[in-house]
């Protein structure tokens, strides 16, 4: 049972997806606005990537290893990853529409977030058994959208400061960015 402690605390918070193995970053700085967007994308990034880390697990090891096509693993994790978000781009758009739109492009752009594609990689290359990569890519999924919000939380605020001309924006956003990871390199000495 501490194992799996250990490994939740670690894909959380020493090792997050995006703010110490950098991983992800396009939506983490796109859809960071609004704190109702940031918490549509968290969430819709937990699903796909728990589920991709399953899927892509058992392809790897039913479908790649026994017929030595090892070689296909990038394309067809790739492929799992695309009809997982097509299929959380219907369901939303037929169960909630306002998260839909204003989710807008990168909803799609979940295919192409390297931290999906990223987990399951690392799911494989350390070898885990199916467990430990249902929890490990549950809990980076759950980092991601930790870092999303408290991101999307920290750029509402900027909203209602003064701030010079030259940091208002995109500049002040990879300022807090860099800070926040800064922040959480501090957990590195708790596991």
């Known amino acids: 049972m501490s194992e799996y402690l250990l490994l939740v605390v670690s894909a959380i918070l020493v090792n997050n997806i995006l703010l110490a193995q950098f991983l992800g970053n396009c939506p983490f700085l796109g859809v960071s606005q609004k704190m109702g967007t940031a918490t549509g994308m968290g969430m819709a990034v937990i699903f796909v990537l728990t589920l991709a880390g399953a899927i892509t697990w058992i392809v790897q090891w039913y479908l790649l290893v026994p017929y030595e096509l090892e070689y296909l693993r990038t394309i067809a994790f790739i492929l799992v990853i695309a009809a997982l978000v097509q299929l959380v781009e219907i369901v939303l758009q037929k169960t909630a529409p306002a998260l839909y739109n204003s989710l807008g492009i990168f909803l799609p752009l979940i295919t192409t977030n390297c931290a999906v594609l990223g987990v399951a990689i690392i799911n494989i290359q350390k070898d885990f058994d199916f467990i430990n990569t249902l929890i490990y890519s549950f809990a980076s999924a759950v980092g991601f959208a930790l ?44 596991i």
Not at 154 to 173: D, I, N, V, Y
């Open 147 to 190: 870092a999303l919000v408290l991101f999307a939380g920290l750029r509402e605020r900027f909203a209602l400061t003064r701030m010079p001309k030259a940091l208002q924006g995109t500049a002040s956003g990879l300022i807090t960015a860099g800070l926040m990871a800064l922040a959480f390199q501090g957990f590195k000495g708790l």
